[in-house]
T-cell receptor, first 115, second 112 residues
Framework: GAGVSQSPRYKVAKRGQDVALRCDPI?????LFWYQQALGQGPEFLTY????????KSGLPSDRFFAERPEGSVSTLKIQRTQQEDSAVYLC?????????????FGQGTRLTVV | LAKTTQPISMDSYEGQEVNITCSHN???????ITWYQQFPSQGPRFIIQ???TKVTNEVASLFIPADRKSSTLSLPRVSLSDTAVYYC?????????????FGAGTRLFVKA
């Protein structure tokens, strides 16, 4: 596709449920980022992939959060045993080169609500 | 970690030039400065990126002084559709990671 695609757009999960959020980056983009954005706040970095390698996962808030990009394209962010504080918009972004010096393209995000 | 500070909000009128300044005192030598725009229920959208001096594209200009401890995004002749949140972003390379740090953002409200 022409842009970064995320699915689902909206997800309601019961507390304790596992969820999986999908990101389809722009084809050929090397870098892929996941961010968490709470209401009224700026995006907070979660993790970074360069192709299939997860080079930075320092922003993942707990071991309940797990991300993968097994073939260097599609990525999945999984949250186990969701808690109310996980409610946020999860944004995915991709860029053509390794981080820092090129434009990142963002998806529209997945809004997760944990009830 | 490179941290950014921006004004929380700004008001302007249609047709005016808007300048939003971002402070990033701990910027690293290899870091770029990037500005993004975000509308409600959408992901951020790239506006402009620079390393030093001045960069201009079709929508904005970015001014970066020699010490690179701040930067100013300039939006010429804003319209109502420029009402959005603007983020100043500095690529973090201190720890060898690829974390990019968004500031809290500046909410720009353009009035008719």
């Amino acid at each position: 596709g022409a842009g970064v695609s995320q699915s689902p757009r909206y997800k309601v999960a019961k507390r304790g449920q596992d969820v999986a959020l999908r990101c389809d980056p722009i084809s050929g983009h090397v870098s892929l980022f996941w961010y968490q954005q709470a209401l009224g706040q700026g995006p907070e970095f979660l993790t970074y992939f360069q192709n299939e390698a997860q080079l930075d996962k320092s922003g993942l808030p707990s071991d309940r959060f797990f991300a993968e990009r097994p073939e260097g394209s599609v990525s999945t962010l999984k949250i186990q045993r969701t808690q109310q504080e996980d409610s946020a918009v999860y944004l995915c972004a991709s860029s053509r080169t390794p981080a820092g010096d090129t434009e990142a393209f963002f998806g529209q995000g997945t809004r997760l609500t944990v009830v | 970690l490179a941290k950014t500070t921006q004004p929380i909000s700004m008001d302007s009128y249609e047709g005016q030039e808007v300048n939003i300044t971002c402070s990033h005192n701990n910027i690293a030598t290899n870091d770029y400065i990037t500005w993004y725009q975000q509308f409600p229920s959408q992901g951020p959208r790239f506006i402009i990126q620079g390393y030093k001096t001045k960069v201009t594209n079709e929508v904005a200009s970015l001014f970066i002084p020699a010490d690179r401890k701040s930067s100013t995004l300039s939006l010429p002749r804003v319209s109502l559709s420029d009402t959005a949140v603007y983020y100043c972003l500095v690529g973090d390379s201190y720890t060898g990671g690829f974390k990019t740090i968004f500031g809290a953002g500046t909410r720009l409200f353009v009035k008719a």
